[in-house]
């Protein structure tokens, strides 16, 4: 008894110990649709420090399946086990996934379940669409997707859906019958394999409807698929044609039956899908209950053929009451604009056309739908055509008629009015357009109306067209071509037709004065004439003109005569000579045969002849023409000169120029080796175009030309330089230069140069202060083709110069320039005189070379202390005695002879102006009785300056002290030329918006006209201005007497606003001079009337007027 409790209690404790690990540590969710497998990971981990075994197993539902059943973790180690399943129902399936341990004490399980989606389908089919009331049949292939035979049985679920839009006839969903239907219920399908299952959708209530076709097995598993359908309105179960003029509006009457004949055919659909049911008698009666033939309120809508609306071209009830009269329900439905078993529609278009449009009327039990064509014709088009064109010619205008209806249309046409002419009537075929041909034919110039009615039999359409035509000269018969020399008779036969109903006798007029022939032409009534032309012209070229056949009644028949005139042959060919840029004359001897003077013209073509346009020649006599001949390119051309007059002809002759080559022009040029020597010439442009020319040179190494690039403008001429630079001693060096353009010519130049020895080279100067270096270059250049050799020294330098190079010997390549640096150091006020001399080393030439260049070193002294600073108003005079120290002086400044002079920058504003403003000089203010005053001016010089300024300025100037013996002192000096004072005050008064003006005149100070600007000071009022503003100024006259005439300037005064005095400042500058004027505008002063009465009498006389004075006083006014 004992042992046993002990045994009962130890697996008590075991169980208490062992049992809470087979609870579940958490679910696990497989989430998924049909037929999908979903798997999860169960991620495993052992912590110990031992391996742990587990057997894994699904206890509850086989639809789950493992990955592996037997699972090895080492110490510390981790693993995962797949869990899958492929849901093959949409119920939920649950188990328990169990992880057994080799120890007890790792035991572990999981709940495992399904969440499967009963929504998911298959397949999905997105595009039916089918009008309401009627039945579309569907077939589809159903797949079976699992491996085995399956006995599906079939079911339908279904939604209308509600997509933001209502529909009435929503209310009575429950009473129609299912959309969507399938008529078996059950589909038997081999593994592998399809089945064809018929599908039925028979829409009642518009909008979307989404169905789900479920296939069910109990044993083998189930899937979907989903539908999607539209439901539209109904067709139309009647169509209403309509027909009016655009703008008038017509009436319908719109009959609805009581029954709904397609409502009716859809429920009679939903009896026949319940045939063998048992609810077969209910839903009879609820079909007598809900089928048509009720009373119902229908909403009345007009919309497009698009299906939207309004439709602005419709309008009726907006409700309709449908009921029979007398009934019950139509006395309930007075409310509604019209009760009864139809109602009236109004139909109002626009413009002609065809307008489709659809009547919707809506119920909550049912949608019927009415088509409408309505057309619109035309009430009649009006317009106008206008014809224009030369008499005798004609123009067609087609008319097109458009046919858009299913009828032949038949135009018949009424048409009015001279000239005008078309078909009776024209047919257009059905959907075709085809053109009315409406000519306008004027047999002379003319302007006429008419009208043209066009009448559409089958529309009753009429247009209307106010016709008018203007005939403007006729054209042309023809044009007549003679090709012929001068002074050559020709004949040429015309055949003129008769334009006229009758015989006719022509007048014939030509403007061609070489045209002659008979005055008249006779033509029999509806035949051609003959007519012959005699052609004698005397000058040649192109000449255009006509012959005109005038009838008795001023119609008339023309002809264009074209003339190509070919000159005769020349009278004689002449030769003429000439050398180029000179002339020859040759002289043409031409007589006057007639009795009276004529004037030849002269023409001449070819290239430089010359001579007079015009030659007169008297009565019976001869003039002797002479022709010039200056050609500006050699070589051989051909020419002509012709005399022509318009009686006598033309006469021409042949010309042979030559031309033949300038002779080149001698230059000779002597120059020292070196240096270069130049001499100028001039290109004269003969042509009155611009030439650029062609340079060349025989010799590019001794020879230059300046400029490079030689412009001659039309009829001018350029100075160019051409430049020797020698490269051998006693040795001729020799170059052609020319100049040549295809047109101007060419000139040529044999030029002949020699070089003889060196001798003084050009100085060069270099000014430095006093005690400090300065330096400067001498430029020597290796004048030999070859490479030389050249020693560089100083003669006499007299310690203050020195070469900077390194080496005196220098090696030179062939033209090669160098540059010798020199140092001047100067301890002294005054000029230093050297030699730098560049030797030859290889003496080559017998006699030795030397280049000797003359250096000349200035020094001066530049004081550092502040400018002297001059300021005076402009035309005004400053005199002053200004001290200046000579540092550097070595004895007395009193035994310098100093000049002195005031330099001011070239580049200065007004340079001109300040250099004539100021002078100086020097003056002697020692005291020799003042034995400290002598010794302080020993290095003290005084200069008496007078500045006068003729306008203002501000420069920076110097004075400079030059030193007989050489080098000089500079000192800074400033001028300050402040702006002169008023030289006039000018008033003007003005009236507001009235142009006040005062002239005067000016003339330049100087004896010299300068250009001048006039201006007012960018603070002055923009009411004044001054003409001209800038011209030119006119010197100042020696005498001022009545011949004298200065320039006139206006100073202008517009007042724009009452206010105090404007004051202003006008400015008229020259570069030497300036005048300031003050000007002021002012508004007149008001001056009140005087001695004037009251014409307001503000009593009454004391004595009463007289019966006179009454009537004086009634007749004004």
Not at 321 to 329: M, T
């Amino acid at each position: 008894m004992l042992r046993s409790l002990v045994g009962s209690e130890m697996c008590i404790r075991d169980s208490f110990n062992s049992l809470p690990q087979f609870l579940p540590k958490t679910t696990i969710t497989f989430k998924g649709t049909l037929l999908e497998t979903c798997t999860k990971h169960i991620e495993l981990t052992n912590p110990t420090k031992w391996p742990i075994d587990y057997s894994v197993s699904v206890d509850g539902s086989d639809e789950f399946k493992l990955s592996e059943t037997k699972i090895h973790l080492e110490p510390r180690g981790s693993t995962s086990v797949a869990v899958s399943i492929t849901p093959r129902f949409a119920k939920k399936h649950e188990a328990l996934c169990m992880f057994l341990s080799s120890r007890g004490s790792a035991t572990m399980v999981f709940h495992l379940q399904t969440d499967v989606d009963a929504e998911s389908c298959l397949k999905t089919f997105d595009n039916l669409d089918c009008t309401l009331y009627d039945t579309l049949n569907y077939d589809l292939m159903v797949e079976n997707p699992f491996p085995t035979n399956a006995q599906f049985s079939v079911s339908v679920v279904q939604e209308h859906v509600r997509d933001g839009k209502t529909y009435p006839e929503e209310e009575s969903l429950m009473h129609f019958p299912d959309a969507f239907w399938c008529g078996s219920d059950s589909l038997t399908i081999k593994k592998n394999d399809k089945a064809k299952l018929t599908l039925q959708f028979l829409p009642c209530v518009r909008g979307t409807y989404r169905g789900r076709v479920i296939f069910r097995d109990d044993r083998v598993g189930e899937f979907a698929y989903r539908f999607v359908a539209n439901g539209s309105a109904p067709r139309p179960f009647e169509t209403i044609a309509l027909q009016t003029e655009a703008a008038v509006a017509v009436s319908h009457e719109v009959h609805l039956p009581m029954k709904h004949g397609a409502l009716d055919r859809a429920l009679g659909q939903r009896l026949e899908r319940l045939k063998g049911f048992k609810a077969g008698t209910r839903m009879q009666q609820s079909k007598e209950a809900d089928g048509d033939g009720k009373e119902v309120l229908y909403k009345v809508e007009f919309l497009n053929d698009k299906f939207v609306g309004p439709n602005p071209f419709f309008n009726g009830p907006k409700t309709f009451f449908l009921a029979k009269p007398g009934s019950n329900a139509d006395k309930k439905g007075r409310a509604a604009n019209v009760v009864g078993q139809s109602f009236a529609i109004n139909f109002t278009p626009k413009a002609p056309g065809v307008y489709n449009a659809l009547l919707l009327l809506t119920s909550q039990y049912d949608v019927r739908l009415i088509a409408i064509e309505a057309k619109s014709r035309s009430p009649g088009v009006k317009g106008d055509l206008e014809f224009n064109c030369p008499a005798r010619q004609q123009i067609v205008q087609d008319i097109p008629i458009s046919n858009s209806s299913d009828n032949e249309w038949v135009i018949t046409a009424s048409l009015n009015g001279e000239s005008f002419n078309g078909p009776r009537e024209i047919r257009v075929p059905a959907g075709k357009t085809k053109s009315y041909a409406l000519t306008f034919h004027p047999p002379w110039v003319c302007d006429v109306t008419g009208q043209l009615i066009l009448r559409n039999n089958e529309t009753q359409e009429k247009y209307t067209y106010a016709l008018r035509g203007k005939a403007d000269e006729p054209l042309a018969e023809n044009t007549i071509p003679i090709d012929c020399k001068a002074r050559e008779s020709r004949k040429i036969t015309v055949s003129v037709p008769n334009i006229t109903f009758d015989d006719v006798l022509y007048n014939v007029v030509t403007d061609l004065p070489f045209i002659s022939g008979d005055t008249s032409l006779f033509v029999p009534k509806m035949e051609v004439g003959k007519y012959t032309l005699h052609i004698n012209p005397q000058l040649n070229g192109k000449v255009t003109g006509s012959v005109s056949f005038v009838a008795p009644n001023k119609q008339y028949v023309w002809f264009v005569v074209q003339a190509a005139v070919s000159r005769p042959p020349p009278e004689a060919t002449i030769s003429v000579q000439a050398e180029v840029r000179k002339g020859a004359v040759a002289e043409i001897t031409i007589r006057n045969p007639s009795s009276q003077q004529r004037d030849f013209l002269v023409r001449r073509k070819g290239d430089g002849l010359y001579g007079d346009d015009i030659l007169a020649v008297e009565a019976g006599g001869s003039a002797v023409y002479q022709l010039a001949y200056a050609p500006t390119v050699s070589g051989t051309s051909e020419g002509t000169v012709s005399f022509s007059s318009d009686d006598i002809g033309e006469f021409w002759y042949k010309l042979q120029m030559v031309a033949t080559d300038a002779a080149p022009t001698t230059l000779t040029f002597q120059c020292e080796i070196g240096k270069v020597t130049t001499q100028e010439v001039v290109l004269q442009n003969p042509l009155d175009t611009e030439c650029l020319m062609a340079v060349s040179s025989t010799n590019d190494v001794n020879y230059t030309v300046t400029p490079s690039t030689v412009l001659l403008r039309p009829g001018g001429s350029i100075v160019t330089t051409i430049g020797y630079t020698p490269s051998a001693i006693q040795t001729t060096q020799d170059s052609t230069i020319s100049f040549s353009h295809p047109k101007a010519g060419t000139w040529v130049f044999k030029c002949s140069g020699s070089g003889f020895p060196p001798t003084t080279m050009d100085p060069v100067k270099c000014v430095g202060q006093v005690n400090t270096a300065s330096s400067v270059s001498a430029t020597f250049r290796n004048p030999f083709p070859v490479p030389r050799k050249f020693n560089v020294t100083l003669i006499n330098d007299g310690g203050v110069f020195s070469v900077l190079q390194r080496k005196s010997l220098v090696q030179l390549a062939p033209f090669q320039h160098h540059q010798v640096p020199v140092s001047y150091f100067p301890t002294e006020i005054g000029e230093h005189h050297c030699i730098l001399a560049v030797d030859a080393a290889d003496q080559t030439e017998g006699a030795p070379l030397r280049w000797e260049f003359p250096l000349l070193g200035v020094a001066e002294c530049y004081s550092t202390s502040g400018a002297t600073k001059f300021v005076c108003k402009a035309r005004k005079e400053l005199r002053t005695i200004i001290p200046f120290p000579l540092a550097q002086l070595v004895g007395r400044a009193s035994q310098e002879v100093l000049v002195p002079e005031i330099t001011i920058d070239s580049n200065a504003t007004y340079h001109k102006a300040a250099s004539n403003s100021i002078t100086v000089r020097l003056v002697d203010r020692r005291d020799d009785d003042d034995p400290e005053t002598s010794e302080a001016a020993d290095r003290m010089v005084y200069a008496e300056f007078v500045f006068s300024p003729l306008r203002p300025f501000t420069v920076s100037a110097e004075l400079c002290l030059v030193r007989r013996g050489g080098g000089m002192w500079r000192f800074p000096v400033s001028l300050e030329a402040q702006a002169p004072e008023v030289d006039d005050v000018i008033d003007l008064e003005a009236a507001v918006n009235v142009v006040a003006s005062a002239s005067f005149q000016l003339y330049n100070v100087l004896p010299q006209a300068r250009p001048y600007t006039a201006y007012f000071t960018p603070d002055s009022p923009q009411e004044f201005t001054v003409a001209p503003p800038r011209g030119t100024l006119p010197a100042m006259p020696r005498s001022t007497g009545a011949g004298a005439q200065g320039l006139t300037l206006t100073v202008n005064f517009a007042s724009i606003q009452y206010g105090k005095t404007l004051v202003g400042t006008l400015i008229v500058d020259t570069e030497d001079m300036q005048w300031r004027y003050e000007v002021r505008g002012s508004l007149p002063k008001y001056k009140p009337p005087t001695n004037v009465q009251g014409k307001v009498v503000a009593g009454l006389s004391k004595a009463p007027a007289s019966a006179d004075a009454a009537k004086k006083r009634a007749a004004r006014n």
